[in-house]
C-alpha cells in the first residue's frame, strides 16, 4: 500500500506570495491533517478534514487555510507569506477521524520564504 | 492550557539503554504517543499508552503514570540508526488533535 506523499516536497517563495501544498493520504484514509514543524516550536497542529469537513482547526492566522477533496486528498494554502512561514509542512492521515490513535505521516514539504 | 516537556538532546553509547522522559500538563487526557523522527524524514508511530503502566514492543517500551502527567520511552540494546528525535504527543480528550512536544534529539555514539 502506497504512503502519504505529498508535493511538492522542497518550494522557495518571497514575502508577499501565496503557496499551496497537497497531500495524498492513503487509500481509504479519510482523515487528513496538517502540522507545521519548526526548530523553535516543534509540531504544531494547523487542521483536519475528514470527509470533506474540517474537524478540527489550530491556532494559526486565517491566512492558513484547507480544503479536502471527495477523493481525501487534501490542499492546504497559505496566503500573504511571512519569513516566519518557513517550515517543514507534514500531512498525516489515518483511516476515521475517531480515537484511532495510528496516524501515518507523508515526507513533508519543506518551505523556505525569503 | 497544554505543556509538555522534554529534554531537547541526550547523548548514549552503542548498546546502552537510554530513557527519554516526557511530562505533561493537559485539561484532559485521552492518550500519549511517541514518534521517532530521522532527520529530513517523516515521524513514525513507535508507541501508544492510554493506561498506566508500561507497554513493550521489541527494544521499545513506554511507560505511562497518569497521576504524575509522566511517561517515558526506553531504548534498549541501542543501535546507530537509533539517533533521532523522539516526539512525545497527548491528546487531551476527545478527538483533539495531539499536542506535540519539542521533540529529542537523540545521538547514539560508538
Known amino acids: 500500500k502506497a504512503g502519504v506523499t505529498q508535493t511538492p516536497r522542497y518550494l522557495i517563495k518571497t514575502r508577499g506570495q501565496q503557496v499551496t501544498l497537497s497531500c495524498s493520504p492513503i487509500?481509504?484514509?479519510?482523515?487528513v491533517s496538517w502540522y507545521q514543524q519548526t526548530p523553535g516550536q516543534g509540531l504544531q497542529f494547523l487542521f483536519e478534514?475528514?470527509?470533506?469537513?474540517?474537524?478540527n482547526k489550530g491556532n494559526f492566522p486565517g491566512r492558513f487555510s484547507g480544503r479536502q477533496f471527495s477523493n481525501s486528498r487534501s490542499e492546504m494554502n497559505v496566503s500573504t507569506l511571512e519569513l516566519g512561514d518557513s517550515a517543514l509542512y507534514l500531512c498525516?492521515?489515518?483511516?476515521?477521524?475517531?480515537?484511532?490513535?495510528?496516524?501515518?505521516f507523508g515526507p513533508g514539504t519543506r518551505l523556505t520564504v525569503t | 492550557g497544554q505543556n509538555i516537556d522534554q529534554p531537547t538532546e541526550m547523548t548514549a553509547t552503542e548498546g546502552a539503554i537510554v530513557q527519554i522522559n516526557c511530562t505533561y500538563q493537559?485539561?484532559?487526557?485521552?492518550?500519549l504517543f511517541w514518534y521517532q523522527q530521522h532527520a529530513g524524514e517523516a515521524p513514525t508511530f513507535l508507541s501508544y499508552?492510554?493506561?498506566?503502566g508500561l507497554e513493550e514492543k521489541g527494544r521499545f517500551s513506554s511507560f505511562l503514570s497518569r497521576s504524575k502527567g509522566y511517561s517515558y520511552l526506553l531504548l534498549k540494546e541501542l543501535q546507530m540508526k537509533d539517533s533521532a528525535s523522539y516526539l512525545c504527543?497527548?491528546?487531551?480528550?476527545?478527538?483533539?488533535?495531539?499536542?506535540f512536544g519539542k521533540g529529542t534529539r537523540l545521538s547514539v555514539i560508538a
Open positions: 504527543a497527548v491528546r487531551d480528550w476527545g478527538n483533539t488533535p495531539l499536542v
Open positions: 493537559t485539561s484532559g487526557f485521552n492518550g
Open positions: 478534514y475528514f470527509s470533506e469537513t474540517q474537524r
Open positions: 498525516a492521515s489515518k483511516a476515521a477521524s475517531g480515537l484511532s490513535y495510528e496516524q501515518y
Open positions: 499508552n492510554v493506561l498506566d
Open positions: 487509500s481509504g484514509h479519510r482523515s
